[in-house]
T-cell receptor
Framework: DVKVTQSSRYLVKRTGEKVFLECVQDMDHENMFWYRQDPGLGLRLIYFSYDVKMKEKGDIPEGYSVSREKKERFSLILESASTNQTSMYLC?????????????FGPGTRLTVT | AQKITQTQPGMFVQEKEAVTLDCTYDTSDPSYGLFWYKQPSSGEMIFLIYQGSYDQQNATEGRYSLNFQKARKSANLVISASQLGDSAMYFCAMREVLSTQGGSEKLVFGKGTKLTVNP
C-alpha cells in the first residue's frame, strides 16, 4: 500500500513565524503536490513537483515556497505565517505514466495561525 | 482552464436509498479523466472511482457508479444502498496532464458536496 505521511496532524503557530510542513511518501512516485482546503472552496493547488529539485507553481502559490531535495520528501514552507494561511493542508503523490491516474493523499495538517 | 462545478453544497439521503451527487466539468482537451474522492470527518481523502474520457462504459466500483454523459459534460456519482458510513464530503476532480513537465499532472477539484445519511 502507498503510504503518504505528513509531519503533523495539528499545528498552531504565531503570525510571522516560519512554518515547515513536511510530506514523505514511500512509493517512489515522481509527482508530489501540496493542496490547501478551505470550507466552500474545495482543494486548491499551491505547488507541485515532478522531480527532485523541480517545482512548479499551482493556482495559489503566493506566500508559500517548497523544497524537494529528495524524491520521497516534499516540504511546504510558509516564510512568514499570516492568519489567512489558517487552513487544512493536504499532500498528495502519484507516479508518472499512462495508467497512473490516482493521487494518493496524506492525512492532512490542520494549521492555525494566531 | 479546466473547471469543475458541484452545485449541491449539501445533500440528505435515507439509509438504504440511492443518491446522486452532481458534477459538471469544462475542458477543451479531447482526452481527460474524472475522479471522485470521499473525505470523512477524519480528513483523509479516499479515492472512489475514475472515468476516462474515452472509456466506452460508465465506471463502477461496488456501490459507486459514475453516470458519465460526455455531451452534457457531466460526471455524476451514484451511491446505491446508502450506509451511515457514507456521510462525508464528496469531491469531483479532473485530471490535467502537463505534457511540458515530463508527464506530470495535477487535479482540479470542485468545491464539494456534503452528504448526510439519515438512519
Amino acid at each position: 500500500d502507498v503510504k503518504v505521511t505528513q509531519s503533523s496532524r495539528y499545528l498552531v503557530k504565531r503570525t510571522g513565524e516560519k512554518v515547515f510542513l513536511e510530506c514523505v511518501q514511500d512509493m517512489d512516485h515522481e509527482n508530489m503536490f501540496w493542496y490547501r482546503q478551505d470550507p466552500g472552496l474545495g482543494l486548491r493547488l499551491i505547488y507541485f513537483s515532478y522531480d527532485v529539485k523541480m517545482k512548479e507553481k499551482g493556482d495559489i502559490p503566493e506566500g508559500y515556497s517548497v523544497s524537494r531535495e529528495k524524491k520521497e520528501r516534499f516540504s511546504l514552507i510558509l516564510e512568514s505565517a499570516s492568519t489567512n494561511q489558517t487552513s487544512m493542508y493536504l499532500c498528495a503523490t502519484c507516479p508518472i505514466g499512462q495508467d497512473a491516474y490516482e493521487q494518493y493523499f496524506g492525512p492532512g495538517t490542520r494549521l492555525t495561525v494566531t | 482552464a479546466q473547471k469543475i462545478t458541484q452545485t449541491q453544497p449539501g445533500m440528505f439521503v435515507q439509509e438504504k436509498e440511492a443518491v446522486t451527487l452532481d458534477c459538471t466539468y469544462d475542458t477543451s482537451d479531447p482526452s481527460y479523466g474524472l475522479f471522485w474522492y470521499k473525505q470523512p470527518s477524519s480528513g483523509e481523502m479516499i479515492f472512489l472511482i475514475y472515468q476516462g474520457s474515452y472509456d466506452q462504459q460508465n465506471a463502477t466500483e461496488g456501490r459507486y457508479s459514475l453516470n458519465f454523459q460526455k455531451a452534457r459534460k457531466s460526471a455524476n456519482l451514484v451511491i446505491s444502498a446508502s450506509q451511515l458510513g457514507d456521510s462525508a464530503m464528496y469531491f469531483c476532480a479532473m485530471r490535467e496532464v502537463l505534457s511540458t513537465q515530463g508527464g506530470s499532472e495535477k487535479l482540479v477539484f470542485g468545491k464539494g458536496t456534503k452528504l448526510t445519511v439519515n438512519p
